[in-house]
T-cell receptor, first 111, second 114 residues
């Protein structure tokens, strides 16, 4: 089935440093979604990207969808302790009606 | 308040017992999902339902069963056939089924089987 790979698995940064997580697929994706899960919490939807080369911003978060629609990235500028958590990407599964989630990137921020 | 509720938050069972996890939503969503999350890992789909009285197996359905008798409810039963049932179980719903629809997640149930 469809596989969505995320790297890195873990990222430790000093507060104020930037952070980027990458999501890659071997096949073209019609769309990609990003979710955030705080420690001990549940995933919360952040954004969806649909268009080739699309870039969307949410305050310090920048989301990109690759030109070939096979990869995506989430970049956080000047991380804060509130950014800690696991960031997941999710792409369409080959079977209609469901998505496949990446394994996530867990971000820790040292104050 | 609209949302998804899961109960209980923590559940402990002895090996060999079946256990049912509750998931209720009042968002009027057609689609509902069950995921399993193990420490340090992503979300793996157990079952999903696109409409009342219909559901499909996900990637790891063995040892689990579901029902969808009402739009609002999608209970998951973890049977004794599930070899490694201890995990964090998350229920989600979306307006309709499909990868372009945002999924809303419940708070989850942490199941421990000893």
């Amino acid at each position: 089935g469809q596989q969505v790979m995320q790297i890195p698995q873990y990222q430790h940064v000093q507060e104020g440093e930037d952070f980027t997580t990458y999501c890659n697929s071997s096949t073209t994706l019609s769309n990609i979604q990003w979710y955030k899960q705080r420690p001990g919490g549940h995933p919360v939807f952040l954004i969806q990207l649909v268009k080739s080369g699309e870039v969307k911003k949410q305050k310090r978060l920048t989301f990109q969808f690759g030109e070939a629609k096979k990869n995506s990235s989430l970049h956080i500028t000047a991380t804060q302790t509130t950014d800690v958590g696991t960031y997941f990407c999710a792409g369409p599964n080959t079977n209609a009606g469901k998505s496949t989630f990446g394994d996530g990137t867990t971000l820790t921020v040292k104050p | 308040d609209g949302g998804i509720t899961q109960s209980p938050k923590y559940l402990f069972r002895k090996e060999g017992q079946n256990v049912t996890l509750s998931c209720e939503q009042n968002l009027n969503h057609d689609a509902m999902y069950w995921y399993r999350q193990d420490p340090g890992q992503g979300l793996r789909l157990i079952y999903y339902s696109q409409i009342v009285n219909d559901f499909q197996k996900g990637d790891i359905a063995e040892g689990y069963s579901v029902s969808r008798e009402k739009k609002e409810s999608f209970p998951l039963t973890v049977t004794s056939a599930q070899k490694n049932p201890t995990a964090f179980y998350l229920c989600a719903s979306s307006t309709a089924s499909g990868p372009t629809y945002e999924q809303y997640f419940g708070p989850g149930t942490r199941l421990t089987v000893t």
